[in-house]
């Protein structure tokens, strides 16, 4: 199966309502990666994690740093330009430092 | 914010062609990735590497080569090209924690 599952696939919000989004490790990770890819195809880095939470703007995101098996990414107030793909990437960590990536979750926000 | 450009941007080819697409990246970053993107799949490693010479295989390498030159340029090459490796190329490089990815090449391989 796959090593990192997220969920869910598609989603769409109302402008200014709350989600969150959630990627499950199915073996303990080093850290996690979350990425928007945008209509034209670009992957924009959102946060990395090793550990515990970070926020940026009215995004938020928390790596669980007691089993290291899921990590969420909270959208508050949704906006229109939140549009767009949003994966989450596992880190094998070691000297031969892999990411294995989530199939995405499709995120639609209408007016 | 680190530098990672493709090239070409979109590539179309014949089955059984010649292709290698370009990546070079201007932050002296030592890892460097190629990974295809598919419907249903999200994004799969294909190789990487941590340095000039050095090359890792990934996930997916079967009917991909790739050579990194430098530490700046890392290409990728598929020597007989096949409709299934029709799809979106990201190169990315890292610095200690965080990958930064080229803005992609659309391959359709005919």
């Known amino acids: 199966g796959d090593q990192v599952e997220q969920s869910p696939s598609a989603l769409s919000l109302h402008e200014g309502t709350d989600s969150a989004l959630r990627c499950n490790f199915t073996t303990t990770m080093r850290s996690v990666q979350w990425f928007r890819q945008n209509s034209r195809g670009s992957l924009i880095s959102l946060f990395y994690l090793a550990s515990g939470t970070k926020e940026n703007g009215r995004l938020k995101s928390a790596f669980d740093s007691k089993e290291r098996r899921y990590s969420t990414l909270h959208i508050r107030d949704a906006q229109l330009e939140d549009s767009g793909t949003y994966f989450c990437?596992?880190?094998?960590?070691?000297?031969?430092?892999?990411?294995?990536f989530g199939k995405g979750t499709l995120l639609t926000v209408t007016p | 914010e680190a530098a990672v450009t493709q090239s070409p941007r979109n590539k179309v080819t014949v089955t059984g062609g010649n292709v290698t697409l370009s990546c070079r990246q201007t932050n002296s970053h030592n890892y460097m990735y190629w990974y295809r993107q598919d419907t249903g799949h999200g994004l799969r490693l294909i190789h990487y590497?941590?340095?000039?010479?050095?090359?890792q295989i990934g996930d997916v390498p079967d009917g991909y080569k790739a050579t990194r030159t430098t530490q700046e340029d890392f290409f990728l090459l598929l020597e007989l090209a096949s409709p299934s490796q029709t799809s979106l190329y990201f190169c990315?490089?890292?610095?200690?924690?965080?990958?930064?990815f080229g803005p992609g090449t659309r391959l359709l391989v005919l």
């Open positions: 590497s941590y340095g000039a010479g050095n090359l």
């Open positions: 990437a596992a880190g094998s960590g070691g000297s031969n430092y892999k990411l294995t």
């Open positions: 990315a490089s890292r610095d200690q924690d965080t990958q930064y």
